[in-house]
Structure formats: C-alpha cells, structure tokens
C-alpha cells in the first residue's frame, strides 16, 4: 500500500477516542495475547449491560469491542478490572499470542509490560500488530508486523533469517518496534515501507537462510484436554455467556472470534462447540444498521446461509474483520453481492456458495 494514503490521522478506536458507529460510540478493549480472567470478563459483561449494547464483539485481533458505549464510566471501570494498565499505551497493546502455547502467552504478558513501560513507544500506530507464535504456525500468518516464531523473527509475515531465543524475544520485537517509528515516515504498517532492513540492523541473533513457515490459523473448537475451544455466532458474546464463561475459569480470546476456556463450561450457552457446524466458516463485519456505510445487514443475510467454505460477509469496500487466512469475499452491493468479484443475487447466495464449496 502506498504510504501517501496515510496522511491522515490514525482513527483506530480504544477506550479514550472511540469510533462514532451508527448504533452509538464502539470502543475497542485491547486484550494482549488474547488472556483475560474471569473477574475481568465479569467486569465486561457488566459493562456491556450497564454502558453498552449487552454484547462483547469479537474482533480479528483478539480484542474485544463494546458497541452503543452512550453512558460514561468505561475507562474507570477498565482500570478498576486491571484492563487499561497504561492509558497512553491503550491503543498500541496489539498483541497476538498462540492461545495453546504456555511460552507465548507468557511472552505476551511480558512483552505488554516492557512495551507500556516504554513511553516512546505510544506513538506507535493503533495498526502497528505484535505476535508470538509458540511454533504451531497459528498467529504467525495473521499479519503481525513482527512476530517471534518459537525462535524466528517475522517482519510482515516473511522469515527474516533472524533466529533470537525465547529469553530475547520481548527485547527484539520492541527494537524492532522503536526502529519502525525512527524510520516509518508516514507508513503505519511493516508492510508499506520500501526497506525493512533497517528494522533489524544491530539486533544480536543468529543469521540462517530464511524458509517459508506452514500456517495452521484457528483454534479447535471442542474440548481440548481439560479446556474447551467454543465460539460466538458471528463474534458476538452476549454478557451471559460471557458470565458462564467467566464462572468456567479464565479464557484466551483468539484472533478468529474464538475463545479457549480454561474450566468446564455448562452445556447450555448457546456457544458452537461442535467443530462441524456450519456456521463456523462464516464471519461478518456488523453490517446495516449498526454501520452507516453498509449497503445490507449482513449477518441476517449470512445467517440464511447453510454450510459453506471459509466466507466473509462485508458491508461495504472497507470489509471490516476480514480474516487473514484465504477465504471467498462476499461484498455487498445496492442490489444483491459480489462472490469473488461476480454479482450474485440475495436468493442466490446459498446455492452460489456451496458450489464454491465443492470447487
């Protein structure tokens, strides 16, 4: 992406300056590495029902984001629950983790610490995106801008040749996150800067030849030893589900509107727990009426769907919480959806998309 179109200011939402959505204030609850307790996850539904819209929104970066904000209060209750550490970092504390991985989580809190505790680095771009891959192959083909792949250091999904261990790792990805900001000029990602060379210049590490990584994005869904992965229609957690959650244990909000529970869940949430349901290959951004540059609602088109290969519903050219992983684009237009670029009607959706399915 060109960097001329990032003259303008950076708009991603946090706790302080939210997104004016059509169904009220969206404000975005960074959740570094995806972890959060139980009390803290109480302390969300609460505010969900008492400031919000009654729901937790799952985004594509392990985050969470409460819609219709209209009350106030928020932000003391985030620093009350211990979730807005640092408010001049709030926007920067984008951190993917391998939920399975004790090494990355643990990482990840570490590295949330070292980066609130720097305070240059506040001025990092809200997009600007940290991962620790404990090896899986899971967050590292999520986009980060850099990433620690149990032992390789990734700039913008590609293998640098960099191998730094574990014990370095938190100090790498921060040199390397105060070198983009010496050098980004108007760029906000890793991606849009014509050399990154310099990102990596006096790093110690060992040099080996870079190799191209396998990626295997997702968290299982289904008990998963003594855990459970489960997830929300469409992201969407409402506060009592997030409450049953919360009484499970505590639990790893994933990049893919997924969450790992770390305790036995009741059987009746209404969470997907069965890896085979259809629905689990559909995302959708929030669509009509909760955006006002929607063209459709979305998710009640996307609901109407059967079984269907990986798909993203959008509401306009933004395709807001696309996922990073290959998928069939579903665009909505004034008078039907474009599938991969060719017009479909509404009433044809569910036949186009399961002969995508067997393509």
Not at 295 to 324: I, M, Q, Y
Request: aromatic share 4%; glycine share 12%; with cysteine.
């Amino acid at each position: 992406m060109s960097t001329s179109a990032r003259v303008r200011a950076d708009a991603c939402p946090g706790v302080f300056a939210t997104h004016d959505a059509a169904d009220g204030p969206l404000a975005r609850v960074r959740l570094p590495g995806g972890a959060i307790t139980a009390d803290q996850l109480r302390a969300l539904a609460d505010a969900a029902d008492d400031l919000g819209d009654g729901a937790l929104h799952l985004t594509s970066r392990g985050n969470v984001q409460l819609r219709g904000v209209t009350r106030p209060g928020l932000a003391g209750r985030l620093a009350a629950a211990g979730l807005l550490p640092s408010p001049s970092h709030e926007r920067v504390r984008n951190i993917l983790a391998s939920p399975l991985s004790d090494t990355a989580q643990k990482l990840a809190s570490a590295l949330d610490k070292a980066l609130c505790a720097v305070p240059g680095l506040a001025e990092l771009p809200g997009r600007f995106l940290f991962a620790l891959d404990g090896g899986r192959g899971d967050v590292a083909g999520e986009g980060a801008d850099v990433c620690w792949r149990d032992g390789a250091v990734l700039l913008a999904g590609d293998d640098t040749g960099l191998r730094v261990t574990a014990e370095h790792a938190v100090e790498t990805l921060l040199a390397v996150a105060q070198a983009f900001l010496r050098t980004r000029g108007t760029a906000w990602r890793v991606s849009e800067l014509p050399d990154t060379e310099p990102l990596l210049r006096g790093i110690p590490g060992e040099t080996r030849e870079p190799q191209r990584f396998e990626v295997n994005p997702g968290l299982p869904i289904g008990p998963i030893g003594e855990a459970i992965g489960v997830a929300p229609v469409f992201g969407r957690l409402t506060s009592a589900q997030a409450r049953a959650i919360a009484t499970a244990g505590n639990a790893v909000v994933t990049p893919w509107r997924s969450i790992l529970v770390l305790g036995p869940l009741a059987a009746d949430t209404g969470l997907i727990t069965d890896p085979g349901a259809p629905s689990l290959g559909i995302s959708a951004c929030i669509g009509y009426p909760g955006c006002a540059k929607s063209l459709a609602d979305v998710r009640a088109d996307a609901a109407r769907v059967g079984r269907t290969p990986r798909v993203h519903f959008a509401g306009c050219e933004r395709r807001c919480g696309k996922p990073a992983r290959e998928h069939v684009d579903v665009l909505a237009t004034e008078d039907g959806y474009l599938v991969d670029g060719a017009f479909v009607p509404v009433g044809e959706l569910t036949r186009t998309l399961a002969e995508k399915g067997t393509q």
